[in-house]
């Protein structure tokens, strides 16, 4: 009975692994999110009811969008990745989602620069920046994080 119930602890591990890697992995992206799960559905509205002035690929969350990642923040498990509203405009117009893996919490930076700003100056200096969910500072600093990765913000 023993080998019985460690197998079944092992498998039952190993799926939780499985499952944790494919989350890891980045299969999920910001644009699949509120429509592959209505919780994170429910949670974003939550989120962007409230805001003005909000475009409408992040109301709901349309747009292009890259491979999301899991980090960290706290103890607390998230996945993170960008959206643009197209890939385009991706350098002016992008927001930076976070989730909660229980899907309970979701968090977002819109990053807009100038459109034309020139090539030499820097888009960092010249953003906006605007929270959306009520973020404190370490999930602030996770987000902006997020966007530093980016090989094309300087």
């Known amino acids: 009975m023993s080998v019985s ?8 591990l190993l799926g939780g692994c499985a499952m944790a890697m494919a989350a890891n992995d980045g299969q999920a ?3 699949e999110l509120v429509n592959a799960d209505p919780q994170y559905r429910e949670t974003w509205q939550g989120v962007v009811q409230k805001e ?13 969008a ?11 498990k998230y996945l993170v990745g960008p959206l643009c509203e ?6 002016t117009k992008r927001l930076i989602v ?11 930076m819109l990053v807009e620069v100038p459109a034309g ?32 990765k980016d090989p094309h913000w300087y």
């Open 29 to 31: 992206r910001v644009n």
């Open 86 to 91: 197209s890939q385009a405009t991706c350098l």
């Open 5 to 12: 119930l460690k197998t079944l602890a092992a498998a039952l």
């Open 117 to 148: 700003l020139p090539a030499d100056k820097s888009p960092t200096r010249h953003a906006d920046y605007r929270f959306l969910g009520k973020p404190d500072q370490g999930m602030q600093d996770l987000l902006m994080e997020q966007l530093k």
């Open 66 to 76: 890259e491979q999301m990642n899991a980090v960290e923040e706290e103890g607390e």
């Open 98 to 108: 976070a989730v909660s893996f229980d899907k309970k919490d979701a968090y977002a």
């Open 52 to 64: 003005e002035r909000l475009p409408e690929w992040v109301m709901n969350l349309s747009g292009d």
